[in-house]
């Protein structure tokens, strides 16, 4: 079996697992009230208060998951669960994409350049699958285009690398805050901290595997110099 499939086959075992994990425990948490009985809404807006951010908007967004900080018009947007739920999944999730606004508030090193490279990124994905297809296909007679697709991928191992620690800390910001004001409290912390953690593990199976695929074709590249 060729390096190329035991990538593919670890990546998506490592992938199925995680996001299994990662849903089950949401949909566990999600079950469970948080003591002070405060929905997802609520609770990132007394978080953004609490640290004096008056400039960024909580709003509610459709589907499941779709949980995310836009820093470009500054909203915290809440899938409708967690807006409306008084769950430890509503507060942890709330808490993290909040924490997400504090990093951009007190300019937070990894956000800011992991913003700066959203341009390039965006274009790496849109892009880099076709490089890479015509780079292996035409690899005898010109290997400077694998060598292109390698530059585009890299940017895009980069991204996927920088937004480990982005997110790590959030989960640790919205933990810690969770904990202060007592949102939640003692098993309720810990339990959304568990819910994080696996949030977290998401980013670092797709960073392993953008990493992986990226010494894969660079193996080939290298291999055709020699």
């Keep these: 079996m060729s390096f190329a499939y035991i990538i593919g086959i670890v990546a998506m075992l ?7 994990r990662f849903q089950a425990t949401l949909n566990k948490l999600s079950q469970i009230p948080t003591s002070s009985g405060m929905s997802g809404r609520e ?6 208060a609490d640290y004096g951010i008056q400039d960024v908007q909580v709003v509610s967004t459709g589907g499941m998951l779709t949980d995310h900080y836009n820093p470009g018009n500054k909203t915290v947007n809440l899938s409708e669960a967690v807006y409306n739920q008084r769950s ?6 709330a ?14 090193s990894f956000l800011k350049f992991r913003s700066a490279i959203v341009p390039v ?30 530059i585009l ?3 895009s191992t980069l991204f996927s690398l920088i937004t480990l620690p982005v997110e790590f800390d959030a989960s640790k910001r919205a933990v ?16 959304a901290k568990k819910g994080l953690k696996w949030a977290a593990m998401t980013y670092v199976v797709a960073a392993l595997t953008s990493l992986a695929t990226l010494l894969y074709y660079l193996s080939i590249f290298m291999q055709r110099r020699r």
């Design 88 to 93: 430890i999944t509503a507060a942890a999730v």
């Design 153 to 155: 991928l890299a940017a």
């Design 95 to 108: 808490a993290h994409e909040v924490g997400h606004a504090v990093q951009h508030a007190t300019a937070y």
């Design 43 to 48: 609770i990132a807006e007394r978080m953004l």
């Design 176 to 191: 810690a805050w969770l904990d202060r004001v007592q949102i939640t409290r003692g098993e309720e912390t810990d339990q």
């Design 121 to 150: 990124v965006s274009l790496s994905s849109k892009v880099s699958p076709w490089v890479l297809m015509a780079g292996i296909v035409m690899l005898e007679s010109f290997p400077a285009i694998l060598g292109v697709g390698l």
């Design 14 to 20: 490592a992938s199925t697992v995680v996001r299994n």
